[in-house]
């Protein structure tokens, strides 16, 4: 696990915390985007590299997917089995409240969402279906991915 310090690109011009937070990660690896880029998990990622890195990116409470892309699955490890066999992405970056990105590879995103996230519904206006969530950050959360930092 790597982390970067996001400080002296943080910006809160949107009032959408993620969206504030991926384009910190953006300006760090110099790229200039002005909008909100929403891509579908399956074909693309928050931020794509030209070294090969397609990151996708996670702030404090976060959705791992839309419930409407669940497909009918019942359980938390369906959601997570169907996300990690079809996500596009190769990194995941994690942005505490406090401008921090924790960049980790599958396998260490995979302990961190079944350490911190459980299974809860899309709202009835989404659809009502099944997704996996995280709740805000906390001190346990902050701890635990400082522990694993290279």
């Given amino acids: 696990m790597t982390k970067i310090d996001l400080t002296a690109f943080a910006n809160t011009d949107n ?3 993620g969206i504030c937070r991926e384009w ?11 909008i909100h880029d929403s891509k579908n998990y399956m074909e693309g990622s928050d931020v794509e590299l ?7 990116l996670k702030a404090s409470s976060f959705s791992l997917y ?5 497909k009918g699955c019942k359980t938390f490890e369906g ?15 994690y942005i505490t409240k406090d401008w921090q990105c924790y960049l980790m590879n599958k396998k260490e995103f995979s302990q961190f969402v079944h350490r911190f996230c459980y299974l ?9 279906g099944l997704k996996i969530r995280m709740n805000n950050e906390s001190g346990t959360t902050l701890k635990w991915l400082e522990e694993r930092v290279a």
Avoid: P, Q
């Fill in 120 to 128: 809860g519904h899309e709202s009835n206006s989404k659809g009502g």
């Fill in 66 to 70: 839309n419930g409407t892309l669940t």
């Fill in 50 to 56: 030209d070294n090969g890195m397609n990151i996708s």
């Fill in 79 to 93: 959601i997570w089995r169907r996300y990690y066999k079809n996500c596009h992405s190769n990194t995941w970056g």
């Fill in 15 to 17: 009032t959408n915390k």
């Fill in 24 to 34: 910190a990660v953006c300006r760090y690896f110099g790229i200039e985007r002005n």
